[in-house]
């Protein structure tokens, strides 16, 4: 029902927001989070009770396969507005953010090899404001893995699509590994994001990614089958 986010006895923001509605754990920050506590922090203006779904996700990546495990926990949280408080964005001088900037480049990688992601996302030079800048993939080829990224359920569920996001510091980390034997051309798409403290977010749009997979020549295959003979009879 309303965005939020989450923050420590300090005030530190903890986890990565991924969308004003997704904040992702990981497992060291929710282990710190059982020791020192957690508040929640909605966005302005906001009466009203929000449903919480807390999901545990564990993955299988290896050989090329993609199967998670979830256990979910839901609570409710009722949110009562100050009226003492600014009682819009404009009175609050809150403003959008600027959309971010987006580089792409195309990169051939080698059958049965994986691909580092060919972009990076760049706050725009006239933000003003701290912004948490991400990277959405989506249109990744039937068979492929992605490694290095959290699937994103809740824009799943939005758009029927299978959905990765990143943070833009991490972009570096994740790899794309094509299906076995896979050579040719597929393009995923991608979309950069920026998000700032009143969860008011600006997007580039969708982008297209090129990915060229060279095809590798495979090693000739022997089968050895060991003979079986009488004493003083030749082996054929």
Do not use: H, M, W
């Not at 449903?51 to 609570?75: P, V």
């Not at 030079?125 to 948490?132: G, I, L, Q, R």
């Not at 969708?206 to 004493?231: F, H, M, R, W």
Request: proline share 7%.
């Amino acid at each position: 029902n309303f965005s939020f986010r989450f923050e420590d006895i300090n005030g530190t923001v903890v986890g990565f927001q991924a969308t004003p509605e997704t904040v992702l754990f990981t497992r060291e920050e929710l282990y710190a989070a059982r020791a020192n506590g957690l508040s929640i922090v909605s966005e302005p203006f906001v009466n009203g009770t929000n449903i919480f779904d807390f999901t545990s996700i564990t993955y299988d990546t290896e050989e090329g396969l993609d199967t998670f495990a979830l256990n979910s926990t839901i609570f409710e949280v009722t949110v009562t507005y100050d009226p003492n408080k600014c009682g819009s964005i404009e009175e609050c001088n809150y403003t959008f953010p600027e959309p971010p900037q987006i580089i792409v480049f195309s990169n051939n990688t080698d059958e049965d090899n994986p691909y580092s992601i060919g972009a990076s996302v760049i706050q725009a030079d006239n933000e003003t404001t701290p912004v948490t800048l991400s990277l959405s993939i989506t249109d990744i080829p039937e068979g492929a893995t992605v490694i290095g990224a959290f699937r994103d359920f809740v824009a799943e569920a939005k758009t029927g699509k299978l959905t990765y996001t990143v943070p833009a510091s991490d972009i570096g980390n994740v790899v794309i590994r094509p299906k076995k034997d896979f050579s040719g051309v597929f393009n995923v798409t991608v979309e950069a994001f920026a998000l700032n403290d009143a969860f008011l977010s600006a997007s580039t749009g969708p982008t297209k990614l090129l990915i060229e997979v060279d095809p590798v020549a495979d090693g000739p295959g022997i089968s050895i089958v060991a003979p079986n003979v009488d004493e003083d009879n030749s082996i054929p």
